[in-house]
């Protein structure tokens, strides 16, 4: 039985969500539905008031970045993006921040990406 992987990218946990329980229905060998971003970490968890709240820096404040010195901070910092002001330009594909990683059977490959771009993945 050969086997085949799928990386597929979408706009929300929902969607990708969706897609991999009916990937699990056509029996993948392993699917997993995680968010990812520029920087490491998860930012922050908790509400706080960024006026008076110790938050380390700006690049964890605004880029949900684990930040574990301070020159790191200040890179990150000196991202547009961390001003509030990017709009993502530059040609890049924005707000696809969900991946979904599967592993299919080669004989249900294609029905599989069906199932994906269907519930609103790119491949």
Known sequence: MAEKNILAYFHTPEEAEGAAAKLKALRAVAVSVNRFGRYEGYGLQSVMNPYAGDFGSLGRLTQAAHV????????????PAASGMSDGGGGGVTGIDIVLA???DDSVYEQAIR?????????
């Open 115 to 123: 199932v994906i771009e269907s519930a609103g993945g790119s491949v």
């Open 68 to 79: 574990s010195t301070p020159d790191e901070g200040i890179l990150i910092a000196a991202d």
């Open 102 to 104: 599967a592993v299919i």
